[in-house]
T-cell receptor
Framework: GAVVSQHPSWVICKSGTSVKIECRSL??????MFWYRQFPKQSLMLMAT?????????EQGVEKDKFLINHASLTLSTLTVTSAHPEDSSFYIC??????????????FGDGTRLSIL | RKEVEQDPGPFNVPEGATVAFNCTYS??????FFWYRQDCRKEPKLLMS???SGNEDGRFTAQLNRASQYISLLIRDSKLSDSATYLC?????????FGTGTRLQVFP
């Protein structure tokens, strides 16, 4: 069964709207979560590493004021795309690191959120 | 140069065929290696880890050559359900670096 839940799975909204995406770890505590973005026919690109109780670490080229990350609890990280524009339309995926918890997988992924900005 | 490079394909093969995918990575300090499978509009799912000694899981065989910084995946007796994009993934510290993926289409 799923160990990481992501919501919503699909968002369509007008340009200028802010969109919040939630990523929850189920039945385990995730001190570290990751946010990725994937454009059509491209690879998953890491946007930022979200650490519980501290500021997120953003990858080069990712605007931290545009993509707000909050990891206020050990089971929830949120990504808010502020004032979204059509070029922000993409597939956003979160994952949780569960190394050391008896899993052979480095990260478990949420189902992803397809964001379409009109 | 991309950190993880793969031939994007597509590879179009008939059922029962054997197909091989290759991948190269640039960071010699990379620590762990994986093949993921991604279906259209879905999240990636771990197919198998890759070890220097080579490892096999049913019809799938993965190989790692650290000296050449090269990873391979062999699929034997292809099934229609194998049609997907195969992502070569390299881990450094706790980060995963994804290749762009190789598209496989198996036809009847």
């Amino acid at each position: 069964g799923a160990v990481v839940s992501q919501h919503p799975s699909w968002v369509i909204c007008k340009s200028g709207t802010s969109v919040k995406i939630e990523c929850r770890s189920l039945d385990f505590q995730a001190t570290t979560m990751f946010w990725y973005r994937q454009f059509p026919k491209q690879s998953l690109m890491l946007m930022a590493t979200s650490n519980e109780g501290s500021k997120a670490t953003y990858e080069q080229g990712v605007e931290k004021d545009k993509f707000l990350i909050n990891h206020a609890s050990l089971t929830l990280s949120t990504l808010t795309v502020t004032s979204a524009h059509p070029e922000d339309s993409s597939f956003y995926i979160c994952s949780a690191s569960i190394m050391g918890l008896g899993s052979n997988q480095p990260q478990h992924f949420g189902d992803g959120t397809r964001l379409s900005i009109l | 140069r991309k950190e993880v490079e793969q031939d994007p394909g597509p590879f179009n093969v008939p059922e029962g065929a054997t197909v091989a995918f290759n991948c190269t990575y640039s960071n010699s300090a990379s620590q762990s290696f994986f093949w993921y499978r991604q279906d259209c509009r879905k999240e990636p799912k771990l197919l198998m880890s890759v070890y220097s000694s080579g490892n096999e899981d049913g019809r799938f065989t993965a190989q790692l050559n650290r000296a050449s910084q090269y990873i391979s995946l062999l699929i034997r007796d292809s099934k229609l359900s194998d049609s997907a994009t195969y992502l070569c993934v390299v881990a450094y510290t706790d980060k995963l670096i994804f290749g762009t993926g190789t598209r496989l289409q198996v036809f009847p």
